[in-house]
């Protein structure tokens, strides 16, 4: 009898595409080449936009990126097949025509934001401004909430969801300089190429109230209609855009064109329009009639306003949807993301794996694949002219007890759950029950919150240090298991936080410290006390992110492409989310005018697509890479390392002896400053390689190499 495993993947690969088909004859009708050497960066001019990209060969003359939320490659449950086996039409794509990197990462915390704004930009938080939770609300620890901080629109100012008028006119992506960071689509604008943003973080309105006027302005007619209407104005203006090239016909008044204002960016950025909104795209990329998504219906909102519907609303068919009508009409960059599974949207409840919504979810995601790479292929893109890259933002941990029948597999037996549900935890009262802690806070409600004592206390300040301490020592009676949970995993106060490129130009935003729970748990203070119970089980949501996991940490990055090897999966390449920006700008032959934190992912591109830079030394280049990301990388060696030296400094002392406390900080202190130092040298080396042409200092590198593993034995040493 054939077993589980072995049926699914004999299903999937009968359950090849017809795109599949259509691009191999594709390529038996173009012919074959055979590769004799390095090949020069071509400009080739895409449509009649005047796109002017510079990959090898002049090959590449579309790019399409599509970031999924919380789709996973590895199994949750060993008998039931994963997001991406039950998405053949995709999986196969990958694998049958490049690579899948399946030891790819997220940055810290790992939340929708945090991820997709780092695969955006190729730099951590620190850099983009947005390294914490992007949670709605935060909670008080008197019971009381109020808004925070979340989505805007890249030049907007914070957003306090209570009011279309910032009370803090800091800019909402910000450097370390404390400027306006620089925007995704700005290499590819001035290369002449129009970028499609759809539901694309913070490139695309993200809300009513602070956008509109921010965009259109406060006294524009867009402005009045998000006062009168919201809803009416959230499928108008929100989620879509398009940034246009300079003097393109797409984007100019007479279709409702903005400027498209990036106050801060490098180089001056002026003459440039946007369209913003569903309103004003979907008329130049579906002129007749209204948009449809890939299973024929109208796009509209949960209401039936035509237009976006809502971030929830992403489901493959619609995402990918604009992703060709877009690609059709003269856009031939596009970013899109995809809303996940695993929850019935837009109200819920949460599936767990194998439940029947789920599964039933993730065949219309394959369809709808199946269905968008056959109309790419007849429009004559595919996989010889176009880079592919697709990816998710983070996993998510899966609160849930034992499925039945427990041998389910979600295939020929659905799985069910009794017990499902992440654990919501009153961390106000817990405190107070458990250790006498009554001092007032703010935490940013997440399963890794961001606490905010009253007062902002120093981190050596007696009351900070006595609140750490006593939440270390946290516990929870887990509604789940029957078992007494400890509650954190780790804590990391500023010190630790900087080393992890958590820590902003704007000191508001730096928390006085993180807490990195146990993954099944969300944490939030709704009472001052525990009459009330607190710990409950939730079962609207049962998908948990944010923390220090392997399964939240470890995603996946596949790639597609003329220039990429047909590798299929990569288990032994160490990524992360910084890794894909470079790796894109490197094949499309464009830059940018910052330097990355990530490195170009040359081990699984085609030698004839590299520079002779990249070609030389490669051995060498390859170790200082991997080293590289192991010292820099939030989840990398230092980075986890660290974490536990931190954890072991914030819940050590007492209040009459903080010894252990002032020394590991002390340490910590050094190792970051040491750790800057040697990623700032290793990745201009990289740099220089990738996209200047110079040959690396191969002395040099080595030194660094050197240095970079004596700094993990160092840090290594310390958790003893």
């Known amino acids: ?181 620089p925007a995704p689509w700005v290499p590819y604008t001035r290369a002449g190429c129009n970028f499609g943003a759809i539901g694309t973080a913070n490139s695309v309105l993200e809300n009513t109230k602070i956008d509109i006027p921010t965009v259109f302005g406060a006294a524009s007619p867009e402005a009045m209609e998000a006062s009168s209407n919201s809803k009416l104005a959230q499928a108008d203006f929100v989620g879509i855009g398009i940034h246009c090239a300079a003097g393109n016909a797409l984007c100019s008044t007479a279709n409702n064109g903005k400027a498209d204002v990036l106050p801060d960016e490098p180089g001056g950025y002026s003459g440039y329009t946007g369209l913003f909104g569903h309103k004003y795209v979907a008329p130049q990329i579906s002129p007749d009639g209204p948009l449809m998504d890939l299973d024929g219906n109208p796009i509209q909102d949960p209401s039936g306003n035509k237009g976006f519907p809502g971030f929830d609303g992403m489901s493959a068919a619609v995402s990918l949807a604009y992703v060709a009508a877009m690609q059709e009409h003269g856009v031939p960059v596009t970013y899109a993301y995809i809303s996940d599974a695993h929850d019935a949207h837009p109200n819920g409840p949460a599936y767990g794996p194998g439940q029947d919504g789920y599964d039933t979810a993730l065949k219309a995601y394959n369809d709808a694949f199946g269905k968008f790479f056959a109309r790419l292929a007849s429009d004559g893109i595919n996989q010889n002219n176009t880079l592919f890259v697709f990816t998710a933002d983070e996993g998510d941990h899966f609160v849930g007890g034992a499925p039945s029948p427990t041998n389910c597999d979600g295939v020929t037996t659905p799985c069910n759950y009794s017990q499902i549900g992440e654990i919501n935890t009153n961390l106000a009262g817990l405190l107070a029950t458990e250790q006498g802690i009554t001092t007032p806070f703010k935490i940013h ?72 729970a146990d993954p099944n748990y969300l944490l939030l203070a709704n009472a001052p006390d525990c009459t009330s119970p607190c710990v409950t089980e939730n079962p609207g949501f049962a998908w948990n992110h944010g923390d220090v996991s392997p399964d939240i940490n470890t995603t996946w990055l596949g790639l597609v492409g003329p220039s990429v090897r047909h590798a299929g ?14 790796t894109i700008l490197a094949q499309l032959g464009l830059k940018d005018d910052y330097a990355h934190a990530g490195r170009v992912l040359f081990e699984d591109l085609d030698d004839s697509a590299l520079p002779q830079s990249l070609r030389a030394n490669q051995a060498t280049l390859m170790q200082l890479a991997q080293v590289y990301k192991q010292i820099n990388a939030p989840v990398g060696q230092l980075g986890l390392a660290s974490l536990a030296v931190s954890t072991k400094a914030l819940e050590s002392g007492n209040s009459t002896d903080d010894g252990t406390f002032t020394n590991l900080e002390s340490q910590l202190t050094l190792i970051t400053t040491q750790r800057d130092t040697l990623a700032a040298q290793m990745s201009a080396l990289l740099a220089g390689a990738e996209f200047n042409g110079q040959a690396i200092n191969e002395q040099q590198a080595k030194q660094l190499i050197s240095q970079g593993q004596a700094l993990l034995k160092q840090v290594n040493d310390l958790t003893a």
């Open 1 to 181: 009898m054939i077993g589980m495993t072995q049926l699914w993947r004999q299903q999937k690969d009968i359950k090849i595409s017809c795109a599949v088909i259509l691009m191999a004859l594709l390529v038996i009708l173009v012919g074959c080449t055979e590769e004799t050497g390095p090949s020069p960066l071509v400009t080739v001019q895409a449509g009649a936009n005047g796109c002017q990209l510079h990959s090898a060969k002049g090959a590449i003359q579309h790019m399409i990126y599509i970031q999924f939320d919380n789709t996973h490659f590895t199994r949750d449950n060993p008998n039931v097949p994963s997001d991406l086996e039950q998405m053949p039409n995709l999986l196969n794509f990958i694998e049958n025509n490049g690579v899948l990197l399946s030891n790819h990462h997220t940055p810290l915390i790992a939340h929708t934001a945090t991820d997709i704004l780092t695969s955006l930009t190729g730099v951590y938080g620190d850099q983009h401004g947005m390294p914490i939770s992007n949670s709605f609300r935060y909670f008080n620890s008197d019971g009381t909430s109020n808004p925070g901080v979340s989505y805007a629109y890249w030049t907007s100012p914070l957003f306090d969801s209570s009011t279309s008028t910032p009370t803090d006119t800091t800019p909402n992506m910000l450097t370390t300089g404390g400027k306006n960071a």
């Open 445 to 516: 409600a997440d399963s890794a919150p961001n606490i905010y004592i009253t007062g902002n206390p120093s981190p050596t300040d007696p009351t900070t240090r006595a609140f750490e301490r006593a939440v270390g020592q946290l516990t929870a009676a887990n509604p789940i298991t029957g078992n007494t949970d400890k509650l954190i995993r780790y804590l990391a106060d500023p010190v630790e936080m900087k080393l992890l490129h958590m820590i902003t130009a704007d000191p508001a935003r730096t928390p006085t410290f993180t807490m990195f």
């Open 569 to 582: 999966v990569d288990k032994s390449t160490w990524s992360d989310h910084t890794d894909i920006r470079p």
